[in-house]
């Protein structure tokens, strides 16, 4: 170590296949003075394919205790040490740990850098088959029923496509979940095991998919879903106008704003819309026929 403020790098890692590992990730497990990593176990089993041994500290760093060390490490980069972070794969900061870490050096003016590596998200979304030029990414969703369709709500409209992960046994929830707020014929991509010897991707409509992965999916998963039409959403039936004012209210808007939404962003009257839940109330009412 040298008497100047030190380096923090944030090192992608292979998502499946190890020979994915970038070039300088060797040179940096084996230069670093620390190594930070989510699963000391996951790095040596990483430093044994590459064929390397580390000479610097190796400590854990993941969500447990993440707040915690980051002090410690953040010292040693004041003091001067060259600082690796790497997660078990992928980037880190990117649903994984890293975020308070870089923020926390930023804070400090310490340089921070990156050896860029392999990620799911843009992985999944290449191959996906859906508009990549306007994406978000929304990570993991609640784990919870009634959060999850709260947070799928808040992104109705969104535009983008848009990347989620989930853990094999809450895809099928999920992929339900999905297709009753963006619609069942709103089309998705199922990423399981990238780069992996079971890779697959499964495409099509989310309620095709929420059907698919009723009978178990394993793996790793990302789950890419189209964006929201663009506005001229002509020959929308009143069902479907129904519905997304449904989405909406349920998500807090008043009846009123949810159907002038709804309305402008089919291109047709309000009063349509309007004629369309007042409709589907009076028949939720109506007794049923003998």
Not at 40 to 59: E, N
Not at 89 to 114: C, F, H, N
Not at 274 to 286: G, H, I, L, R
């Amino acid at each position: 170590m040298t008497g100047t403020t030190g380096t923090l790098v944030l090192a992608g890692t292979p998502i499946g296949d190890v020979a994915d590992a970038p070039p300088r990730l060797a040179a940096e497990l084996e230069r670093a003075d620390v190594v930070a990593a989510e699963d000391t176990r996951r790095l040596r089993r990483l430093t044994q394919a590459l064929g390397i041994h580390t000479s610097g500290r190796v400590v854990s760093y993941f969500e447990g205790n993440e707040s915690a060390r980051t002090p410690e490490l953040v010292e040693a980069l004041v003091g001067g040490a060259r600082v690796l972070l790497v997660t078990d794969a992928g980037m880190p900061s990117v649903s994984d740990p890293g975020y308070r870490l870089v923020a926390a050096a930023v804070e400090k003016d310490i340089r921070v850098t990156a050896v860029p590596g392999p990620s799911a998200v843009l992985t999944a979304l290449a191959l996906s088959g859906l508009p990549v030029d306007r994406f978000c990414f929304e990570g993991f969703l609640p784990r919870k029923a009634g959060e999850r369709l709260s947070k799928l709500r808040e992104n109705a409209d969104e535009r983008r496509t848009m990347v989620f992960f989930e853990a094999p046994h809450r895809l099928d929830d999920t992929l339900a979940a999905m297709a009753e707020v963006f619609g069942a014929e709103r089309r998705a991509a199922v990423c399981r095991e990238l780069t992996k010897t079971y890779e697959e991707v499964k495409r099509g409509p989310l309620g095709e998919l929420a059907v698919w992965a009723e009978d178990g999916v394993r793996g790793e998963i990302t789950v890419v879903v189209e964006g929201a039409t663009d506005s001229g959403d002509e020959g929308l039936d009143a069902e479907e106008l129904v519905r997304r004012v449904r989405v909406r209210e349920e998500a807090g808007e008043r009846r009123k704003e949810a159907i002038a939404a709804v309305a402008a962003a089919a291109g047709v009257p309000k009063r349509e819309v309007f004629d369309a839940v007042v409709a589907a109330k009076n028949a939720e009412k109506a007794p049923p026929k003998p």
